[in-house]
């Protein structure tokens, strides 16, 4: 070991000049070490009695040399933590310095505070309270109560009479409480929902008990004098389709109000909200789209109510629409404000609700509304032109080949019905028919419909079928095949080849598997919007009970049970009992109208 090793391992140790020489003894040979040199001349052969001593003490300075740098380490570490907890309790004194010098600046202004607050100058007031603010290093919950104190007379005042929806701020209270918050509650703890925490040491022998309080003094300010005006004005005096007031004073509140206070106010909005969406009326011109007036809220409003299939807003939302959707008269066009919540309705590839309500929904009650409304009647067709004019407008919402789809699947079969009845006739006059060919084919639909290739389809049939009447000439009235009832769709190349049908392939009835009736019913609930709960219960015969209601929070509704001998429902409820048997889907109509009554029921009321 060299000097450079020892200072190297031991940085600021003094080294004395006398340990300077000593003996390294890790090789075999016998070699000196200095500070300047470090290897010396090597000694081989015979050793004298006097260099066996001297390598001896060699070691033996060695050694001594090794316990001094261990003890030289100790007492560094000892310096660095005794430098460490010297830090700490410089810190101990300084906080109650800094906590005296603000009580003493406290003190001097305690007594303008009061003789301001008997004088009902809330000016002198809160420029005391500004001033200790700025000195204040910490929060001090002594100092927090007596300016609560000062502050609550001059806030009770303010309030009464206090209109929120036309005078957000309050006077100049927000910006004035706003800036002695760090006085008012600790950091973070407005928006927080924290609790104050304090330790009884009346009894040093007695263990430290500690006694929570559920509020500090100025939250419970803010929840017994701010919250029930809030409150106040959301129910009564707020219109729920102008969120901009009400915005207004969260934003301005925003940074004073504790959590707890802020989820109670956003609780009573919600519960506004949820009522006008009660009574909102899709079919009425008058009424104003929900999205008009529930998106402003959807950033402030719970995870929960953002869920298309949960039990909030946005769920009840799409619920409403299914229900309007079924029954709607698609010549008005699209149902106002729906397009703006296609985004809403599929926030994410898992969670899409947008295509089942299309596919299940708006597809099928536009199909039927025009199986049932519509007519190709060439003498006057203007009377149903504005229920084909008010489809095409939903290429808003839905893609353009399935609006295509619809109007190639219900209104063309009657088309060409009309046509073969037209052409088949004594009078037939081919210019007319001719006119209105034209007619159909260029100005009835607009580009993107008839761009379509099931719609060039459909009016290539019409042409060949008008062709092949002109052709046959007088015994075009027996010749004239009819057109058939569903649309023809394109073959490919391919398959014209081989027009044979090809034996069905039969599956071995140990794969097919047949969807039980529990999975049925769970999907029926599901396409309509109803919760299926099972219930820790069962009948006498060992039945277990599962509860359909469509309630959002889940109580209500009816208990069912499965009759597995003939594939039956059963409920019992004293709204509606009945046996809802798995192939007749008809009597289930009966129970959804009950659940959905109740629903209405507890809305009105």
């Not at 005096?237 to 969120?243: G, P």
Request: net charge negative.
């Amino acid at each position: 070991m060299t000097v450079d090793d020892i200072r190297r391992a031991a940085p600021g140790l003094h080294i004395p000049e006398a340990f300077a020489p000593i003996l390294d003894m890790t090789g075999r040979d016998q070699k000196l070490l200095t500070s300047s040199s470090g290897l010396l001349t090597p000694t081989v052969g015979i050793e004298l009695v006097e260099q066996t001593e001297a390598r001896k003490l060699a070691r033996r300075a060695q050694s001594d040399l090794a316990a001094f740098v261990e003890e030289w380490k100790t007492l560094e570490e000892r310096k660095a933590w005794l430098g460490m907890e010297t830090h700490q309790r410089q810190q101990e004194i300084d906080e109650p310095e800094r906590e005296f010098a603000s009580l003493q600046m406290f003190s001097v202004v305690l007594d303008d505070v009061c003789q301001a607050v008997r004088d009902r100058q809330w000016d002198p007031v809160i420029s005391c309270l500004k001033k200790v603010a700025t000195s204040l290093s910490a929060y001090n919950e002594e100092l927090s109560s007596i300016a609560v104190a000062s502050i609550h007379p001059f806030l009770a005042q303010a309030v009464q009479g206090w209109q929120p929806l036309e005078d957000p701020n309050l006077g100049n209270f927000t910006t004035d409480i706003r800036e002695i918050k760090a006085l008012l509650s600790p950091a973070g703890n407005v928006g927080s929902g924290a609790t104050v925490a304090k330790c009884d040491h009346t009894d040093d022998d007695a263990p430290r008990r500690l006694h929570a309080r559920s509020t500090t003094p100025y939250e419970t300010m803010i929840y017994k004098i701010v919250f029930p005006k809030l409150a106040t004005s959301v129910s009564q005096a707020w219109d729920a389709h102008d969120a901009t007031p009400l915005l207004a004073v969260l934003e301005r509140w925003e940074q004073l109000l504790p959590e707890f206070v802020r989820s109670q106010l956003l609780e009573q909005v919600v519960r506004k909200l949820e009522s006008t969406m009660a009574s909102w009326k899709p079919k009425k011109e008058q009424s104003t789209p929900p999205h008009l007036w529930l998106f402003p809220w959807l950033q402030h409003l719970p995870s929960h109510h953002l869920e298309p299939r949960g039990t909030g807003l946005v769920s009840e939302v799409r619920r409403k629409f299914r229900q309007t959707i079924d029954t709607w008269p698609f010549e008005k066009g699209v149902i106002p404000g729906l397009k703006q919540w296609r985004d809403v309705f599929r926030p994410s590839k898992t969670q899409d609700q947008w295509k089942p309500l299309v596919m299940h929904h708006i597809l099928p009650s536009m199909g039927r509304y025009l199986r049932t409304h519509f007519r190709v009647d060439p003498g006057d067709q203007e009377p149903y032109l504005k229920i084909l004019q008010g489809i095409v407008k939903w290429v808003d919402v839905i893609s353009s080949s399935m609006v295509a789809e619809v109007i190639v699947t219900e209104v063309f079969p009657m088309w060409h019905d009309v046509l073969h009845q037209w052409l088949t006739s004594e009078d037939a006059n081919y210019g007319e028919i001719g006119a209105w060919f034209e007619w159909w084919h260029g100005e009835v639909f607009p580009a993107e419909i008839s761009s379509q290739d099931g719609i060039k389809t459909e009016f290539q049939r019409g042409a060949a079928m008008i062709e092949t009447a002109l052709e046959l000439g007088d015994e075009v009235n027996h010749r004239l095949a009819r057109p058939e009832k569903h649309p023809i769709r394109d073959i490919e190349p391919e398959a014209v080849e081989e027009r044979q049908p090809k034996p069905p392939v039969l599956m071995p009835p140990s794969e097919v598997k047949q969807p039980t009736f529990r999975a049925e019913v769970e999907i029926w609930c599901e396409e309509n919007d109803l919760r299926f709960i099972p219930v820790h219960k069962t009948n006498d015969l060992g039945k277990h009970y599962f509860r359909l209601t469509a309630r959002l929070d889940g109580k209500g509704g009816v208990l069912v049970y499965f009759r597995g001998d003939d594939d039956a429902l059963v409920a019992e409820s004293r709204k509606i009992n009945g046996v809802f048997r798995r192939n007749n889907k008809i009597e289930w109509d009966a129970l959804l109208v009950a659940l959905f009554e109740e629903v209405e029921g507890i809305k009105k009321k």
